[in-house]
């Protein structure tokens, strides 16, 4: 097989169109990729959204309440238990949750080794030293994040964006709130599709690299626009809405209904949440 | 205990370099991430009053969407959400070859007023939360109080004393967004670092095992802010006036979009109860006099009050109960704060706004609901 002529010394840095256009097609791609899971036939998958909602937000309270970092370890297992019975590949679910977001947290936990006064562990070069309760705040907070964004992934991977939408009406969130999510998310697709073919058409015209006040305006000018964009597709879609008789009141066809195995894993699931609250805290 | 204390005080020592080290490389990374608090940096009970403190806003914004507004606004919320989700995807290349994201909060702001921009934002900021993963569903609170409510109040704030009565195409709109969107995000990066500083302070385990975010206020404060005031909040300011020149020349009308819809001088909800509102100030200011009073309010007797007051035996059921319940401020003190009487007051502050939130929201929840009003 023929590979393409790549030449590491002479590829151009990449530019700033270039890392937009990456970020908007990972965005894309990984909304896709849910829906994708979320039709799967899994455990997860068959449950009642409203049950899934209210069990995710408890699951992460517990997390979050919890002293106890082996309780936090034993929900991160039920986390990987649940999204190797949905289905989704646990290599996938593992990177998703601790290669692209907890980086932030990783970065921000390292010095918490050195900095925590307590018991010292390991004597490393410099005179730096890693305290015991270092460790485990470190490794509290890391566990913290991470479990509480599995939970957070699983939800989404299992469960169709429109259902989220309609089961948040459990927890008491506006109609009018639930529409304009719904609506948001929808058109998120749109002006990065937009936006997609507004930096796509740019970077097809440019012939040498652009310096940083010409990249500075061209941003701009793409915000504006996106902007004038997106005034001009509201007041549209406002006149579509109304056309087909939108009366100031969104409605919504509520067809979830509570079956047994609902009834039965949510049973089991509240009973794990509340060993795991009262566990975490003594 | 003294080797332990001459390690630390060696560590002490040792941290300056490295620290520098890491806030270069800890700065960088801050500005390529928007300012996203992920679940386990707070506290459950921190996040519960970020909710409280944020709820008014929310109940505010869906008032003016219901109200004051008419059906038009919920596209119009939808696509600005929308557009201030995909903006803060967008790279804005720095001089010095570097690129950093602008949160967008500053811009909704100016074009849709500071109550309908936290509409706008907190609906981005859920779709991240559920879908992305970026920021903690329990944290939501505290980042919608950060970047919902913070940053544009402040922004707008700024923006209109700039440009308040100026025409559309007047340069000191641009000079005033420039400031807005750079105030807005360096005070939002301010009361985030305030919300990871409290913890350590609050939640710990007996030894002294922070459980939480680690920092104390005198890291995460520098941490936070010195980076955003440098990079981001330059970014957040650059992007708006970058905006609002665009919008000078392309759109003016977006400009006058909130002097057109505003119904004028929304004062009404405190000039109506302003009565109520001072008496309740009055009532604050005085409580510092239950301090002079000695003793426990008859009939709130705690379980050890109760033996000290000559009753021989503890009820078993009462014995039992009082360690169900611990409350986020034991006894009104708080025990980071060394004065006792002025953890006493502000306890009493806490109290009543958390209270009046609570009230002020179940009102509304029982008066607000009729479809036909919006």
Redesign the interface.
Known sequence: MAKFPRSSKHTPRSGFVEKTLVDINNTLEQSLFAEQNARKQGLLQGLDPRLKIVALLLLVLAVNLSHNILIILVLYFLALWLAFFSKISLVFFIKRVWLLIPFFTGIVALPALFITPGSILVHLPLGLVITNTGVMTAAFLLLRVGTSVSFAVLLILTTPWNSVLKALGVLRVPAVIILILGMTYRYVHLLLHITNDMFLSRKSRLLRRMNGSEERHLVAATSGTLLNKSLQVSSEVFLAMQSRGFRNYPRTMDTFKMRWRDWLSGGVVFITIGLAIWLGRL | MSQ?KA??E??IK??PR??IL?YG??AI?LCT?AMHI????L??AT?IIMFALVLPFWVMG?RK??EKMT??N??????????S???M???????G?T?AHAVGGA?AAI?LGPEIAT?AIT??L??Q??????G???AIGANCFNMAVVLPYVSYAIYQAFSKNQPPTSKRRIVGAAAGGWAGLTVAAFFAAVEFGIQPMFFH?V?????????PLS?SIPAMVIPHALIASVVEG??TA??V???QR??QP?LEFVKKTEIASELSGFAKWRALWIALAVMLAIVPIGLLAPGTAWGEWGTEQLSQLGLSFIPQGMANLSGLWSAPLPGYDLPALKNANLAYILSGITGTIIIGLTVWLFTM?VTQRK??S?
């Open positions: 332990y390690a630390f060696l560590l040792k941290i490295a620290l890491y490389v800890f990374w991430t992920p679940d386990g940096y506290s459950p996040s869906v969407l219901r059906a038009r919920v596209p119009l919320v939808a696509l600005i959400a929308a557009f989700f995909v903006i995807m967008f790279n804005v290349p720095l001089p070859g690129t811009l074009i509409m609906i981005a859920v779709i939360a559920f879908f992305f993963g970026d903690g569903i329990l385990t030894n002294g095992t922070p459980l939480y975010a680690p920092y890291i650059l992007v970058l905006v020149i665009y919008l392309a759109n977006a929840l479809p036909e919006m």
